[in-house]
C-alpha cells in the first residue's frame, strides 16, 4: 500500500513539475484576439514621417492582408547586413508605425547558448511578438543581445518578459 501511495504521489509531483509551462514564457495563446475580416484599408503615409521614405515597401505588405494582432500587419525589410527595418500597419486606419524597441533590430546572429538563430515571430490572431536579436544594433549590442517578448497594445509595443543572451562577436 505505500509503495502504491508513494507512486501515485510521484505521479502528481512530476505532472506538476514538468506539465506546466513557466509563468515567464509568454505563449501567443496568452494574448489571443480576433482576426480583422473586412478589406484592409490603404498606407496613409502622412500618419508617420518615415511613412513616405518607405511607401513601396508599405503598400507591399499591406496587399497581403492582416498578419499580426488582429487587424494589424507587419512589414519588415533589410536596412543593411543583418539589420531589419520594422514597420506596423494598422489594416482598419491605414496609420503606420515605427517602433522604436526595433530601430535597427540586429537578426541573424549566432548567440552561445547553441547557436541559436535570432527570429522574428507574430501571428495574426495575438498581440504577441516574439523577436530574438539585438535591439537597437548601432549602440553596445552585447548589453541588447535578448529574446523578447512584447505585446502590442494601443498602437505601442509592451515588453511583457525578456530572456538575455549572450552575443558571439565574430569581429
Request: aromatic share 16%; net charge positive; with cysteine.
Amino acid at each position: 500500500m505505500k509503495f502504491v501511495t508513494f507512486i501515485a504521489v510521484l505521479i502528481l509531483f512530476v505532472t506538476n513539475c514538468f506539465g506546466q509551462r513557466s509563468k515567464k514564457d509568454p505563449l501567443f495563446e496568452d494574448f489571443s484576439v480576433t482576426v480583422f475580416q473586412d478589406k484592409v484599408a490603404s498606407v496613409k503615409l502622412q500618419s508617420h514621417p518615415k511613412a513616405k521614405t518607405y511607401r513601396t515597401m508599405l503598400r507591399l505588405y499591406v496587399k497581403d492582408g492582416v498578419n499580426f494582432a488582429g487587424h494589424y500587419i507587419i512589414g519588415t525589410w533589410g536596412c543593411g547586413s543583418n539589420c531589419l527595418t520594422i514597420a506596423i500597419i494598422d489594416g482598419k486606419t491605414g496609420n503606420v508605425f515605427f517602433p522604436s524597441e526595433f530601430f535597427n533590430f540586429g537578426q541573424g546572429f549566432e548567440f552561445k547558448e547553441g547557436n541559436e538563430e535570432s527570429t522574428l515571430q507574430f501571428k495574426p490572431n495575438s498581440n504577441l511578438i516574439i523577436a530574438e536579436g539585438i535591439l537597437g544594433f548601432e549602440t553596445d549590442a552585447s548589453a541588447k543581445a535578448g529574446k523578447y517578448y512584447f505585446v502590442w497594445k494601443d498602437n505601442h509595443l509592451q515588453l511583457v518578459y525578456k530572456e538575455k543572451r549572450q552575443w558571439v562577436n565574430s569581429n
